[in-house]
Nanobody, 121 residues
């Protein structure tokens, strides 16, 4: 059974920072890449960023490059999304997702339940 549980969301002022956490209950953590999506009100869910097996990061949008960073703690099976210089347009429900090498970020294998991030202006 694969479970992804996000935490760390909340209300922050524009220009502030938040760190989201994703606790990953997967037997073989290294077999999966873990990434983050977000869905703003009235918009489709979009891919934010995801790790890969080479240790790099794939970003879904230039709007988060340089501001958002993914990191892993493999021993704890945790994945983090550090979000800096937050903007009101970053307001969304953020989801953690995991995929196998045979899948893509357009259709990851597993989803978390989401955590709300609200950035006030």
């Amino acid at each position: 059974q694969v479970q992804l549980v996000e935490s760390g969301g909340g209300l922050v002022q524009a220009g502030g920072s938040l760190r989201l956490s994703c606790a990953v209950s997967i037997r073989t953590f290294s077999s999966y890449a873990v990434g983050w999506f977000r869905q703003a009100p009235g918009k489709e869910r979009e891919f934010v960023a995801g790790g890969n097996w080479n240790g790099g990061t794939t970003y879904g949008s230039d709007s988060v490059k340089g501001r958002f960073t993914i990191s892993n703690d493999n021993a704890k099976k945790m994945v983090y999304l550090q979000m800096n210089s937050l903007k009101p347009e970053d307001t969304a429900v953020y989801y953690c997702a995991a995929r196998t090498p045979s899948s893509t970020w357009s259709r990851p294998n597993y989803w978390g339940q989401g955590t709300q991030v609200t950035v006030s202006s």
